[in-house]
């Protein structure tokens, strides 16, 4: 993960951004992102033991495969910045799930056989309420969803701990396409970098966390998927675990997106239940 200096004043970071960007835009697109929070947790008003989350009880004996685990997990949420400045736009997922067929579920971004949690995988993204989430902004994200069948002797550690409810946080592994720097910066040199601000400011729930002491993002509006994992902690924490085994209740009858493969769960129905659960 790129890390800038230190800085004695918003000037110097502008200035610092400003005479670096097209070196930090090379070095973004080269590298590859799987967003684990090793230097911060910045969202403090996430809750992941709130009852939207903790909605669906453990019900695997419902499949009628004993050896799966039906696992309905969050791997990405847009529109907050995370540890590493970036903001994820509605729409960055469009192209590469139209595209990209074959993608796995890792432990920690570990890309190892005996770390495949499952290659049984369904990717499509949703727009949820925050608080369906367990995160206290108003409004809605656009989720990336994966619907997953988890094999229990391919990896058994993993699914004791899908089971046990410890899986509280993913992480996406992708590539960037297409981002751009924006800074709240009344400097005429940045003028481009205060209009991707404005055009996109207002769409970042976090931005009062960080826009009084760093004052800028890179907005993200296209990137690969590659995979997506299991971590312990996500820079980008706003990715529970939804479903472990099939909702009681619940009957998955749905047709997915025309990018994806197998059976979609009703989300409407997910809605109606978590509002039951939400309201007793």
């Not at 949703?126 to 409004?139: I, P």
């Not at 981002?179 to 400097?187: G, I, N, P, T």
């Not at 529970?240 to 409407?268: C, F, H, M, R, Y």
């Amino acid at each position: 993960m790129i890390q800038l200096p230190e800085f004695k004043s918003k000037s110097d970071l502008f200035a610092h951004l400003r005479a670096n960007k097209s070196v930090y835009l090379l070095a973004k697109k080269a590298e590859f992102k799987h967003a684990d929070a090793v230097i911060c947790a910045p969202f403090a008003r996430f809750t992941p033991e709130s009852e939207a989350v903790k909605a669906f009880e453990v019900n695997a004996a419902t499949h009628a495969d004993k050896n799966i685990l039906p696992l309905s997990i969050v791997i990405n949420t847009t529109n907050v910045r995370d540890s590493h400045k970036d903001v994820h736009i509605q729409g960055l997922w469009k192209k590469t799930l139209a595209e990209q067929k074959n993608l796995m579920l890792l432990q920690e971004h570990r890309m190892q056989f005996d770390k495949i949690i499952s290659d049984k995988v369904q990717a499509f993204t949703r727009e949820m309420m925050w608080n369906e989430l367990g995160a206290s902004y108003m409004g809605i994200t656009q989720a990336l969803v994966f619907n997953v069948d988890a094999e229990k002797d391919r990896n058994p550690y993993m699914i004791e701990q899908y089971e046990k409810g410890y899986v509280k946080n993913h992480s996406v592994g992708m590539r960037y396409v297409q981002l751009f720097l924006a800074m709240k910066s009344d400097d005429r040199r940045d003028i481009i970098e205060r209009e991707t601000w404005e055009k996109y400011a207002s769409q970042v729930h976090n931005l009062s966390e960080f826009e009084e002491e760093e004052p800028y993002f890179w907005a993200v509006t296209e990137a690969k998927l590659v995979e997506g994992s299991a971590v312990p902690l996500g820079s980008n924490q706003i990715t529970p675990t939804l479903i472990v085994g099939q909702p009681k209740q619940i009957t998955v009858e749905n047709e997915p997106p025309e990018s994806t493969q197998g059976k979609a769960i009703d989300w409407e129905l997910i809605k109606q239940q978590l509002s039951i659960n939400l309201n007793r």
